[in-house]
């Protein structure tokens, strides 16, 4: 199984394109940087959505592990298991409460089983000024 895309969202939809046919997933808000709700020390918890495809030669059962890194060092971990039928495409959603002490970077290093790592950058920027 192959990771085809990982990002931070705000809301997913899926939705049948027409009647009986294949699905579409509406995502909105997708973003890579976020002010946080109060100033940090702050605990965020970024939905990130993970789309998943099964070549059709595949056995379509694997394990999904999303690590989420400060400066090198794990900060949060999210393991799930994944059944895809072959041939065809899913998602997951990772909700991970992350600790900032300061404004800055984690990284969601996403892998299925042992395969290659996805990374995607979340930013906690500072906010408007009220």
Not at 44 to 66: F, K, W
Not at 69 to 98: C, I, S, W
Request: hydrophobic fraction near 40%.
């Amino acid at each position: 199984m192959d990771i085809v895309a990982a990002l931070f969202v705000e809301n997913i939809e899926p939705k049948p394109a027409f009647a009986g046919g294949p699905t579409q997933i509406d995502l909105a808000g997708v973003h890579f940087s976020a002010a946080p709700p109060a100033p940090p020390p702050v605990t965020v918890a970024p939905h990130l959505v993970v789309l998943v495809r099964c070549a059709a030669d595949e056995p379509g059962t694997g394990v999904l592990e999303v690590i989420f890194r400060r400066d090198g060092d794990q900060v949060a971990r999210n393991v799930q298991p994944l059944q895809v039928e072959p041939g065809k495409f899913t998602y997951r959603l990772v909700r991970a409460e992350v600790d900032f002490p300061d404004y800055g970077t984690v990284e969601a290093h996403c892998r299925v089983d042992t395969g290659h790592e996805t990374v995607v950058p979340y930013t906690l920027v500072p906010g408007p000024e009220g």
